[in-house]
């Protein structure tokens, strides 16, 4: 028995869901998402409470039952509040600016690097003198803003020596000893 599968979703106030076929399409103040579905589950909307409802106990079936009501559920605090992430840039000379939602970043490196971010993401970097850069996105779409931070991430990754790299804010950063003089 899922727990989480079987759990109501509540709708706030200002959002609405329609169900089409195996196309589940949430629309708030936030923005429209749409995700496909197993045509085999059936959503149902009633007195502003969703619930997803798998057709048989076979474990193909149990195991997306939690994970289609996850993501419903995802979209519908998407296109009400929306998701924020905070990624941190740790190093000497780092720099991050936004322009036509391209990402311009020196991460110590010989170039800049220029990161096309996607529409549905809203980038800001914010650089204070003393602190180090803070680049932060903006989205409705959960599984796009996670994608898009992990890009980003990936560019320069956290080295455990000196703690240099791309974090989130509030990480924490297992640090390594470095070697020591022998005498």
């Known amino acids: 028995m899922s727990r989480i599968g079987n759990k109501p979703i509540a709708l706030p106030s200002g959002v609405s869901v329609d169900v089409a076929g195996n196309t589940v399409t949430v629309k708030g103040p936030k923005g429209?998402?749409?995700?496909?579905?197993?045509?085999?589950?059936?959503?149902?909307?009633?007195?502003?409470?969703?619930?997803?409802?798998?057709?048989?106990?076979?474990?193909?079936?149990k195991s997306l039952h939690g994970l289609y009501r996850a993501l419903i559920n995802n979209m519908v605090i998407g296109v009400n509040e929306g998701y924020s992430k905070e990624?941190?840039?740790?190093?000497?000379?780092?720099?991050a600016a936004v322009a036509n939602n391209v990402l311009e970043l020196n991460l110590g490196y010989s170039h800049s690097i220029y990161l096309q971010v996607p529409q549905e993401v809203s980038a800001d970097a914010k650089m204070e003198k003393g602190k180090n850069p803070i680049v932060t996105l903006n989205s409705s779409d959960k599984e796009l803003i996670g994608q898009v931070a992990a890009?980003?991430?990936?560019?320069?990754?956290?080295?455990?020596?000196?703690?240099?790299?791309?974090?989130?804010?509030?990480?924490?950063?297992?640090?390594?000893?470095?070697?020591?003089?022998s005498k």
Do not use: C, M, N, W
């Not at 990624?87 to 720099?95: A, D, F, I, Q, S």
């Open 32 to 61: 429209e998402l749409s995700r496909e579905l197993d045509p085999d589950f059936k959503v149902t909307v009633e007195d502003g409470v969703l619930t997803v409802v798998r057709p048989t106990d076979q474990k193909r079936h």
């Open 151 to 181: 890009q980003i991430r990936s560019l320069r990754k956290i080295e455990p020596y000196k703690g240099k790299g791309i974090k989130f804010v509030g990480e924490k950063i297992r640090r390594k000893a470095g070697k020591t003089a």
């Open 87 to 95: 990624l941190e840039l740790v190093g000497v000379g780092y720099k």
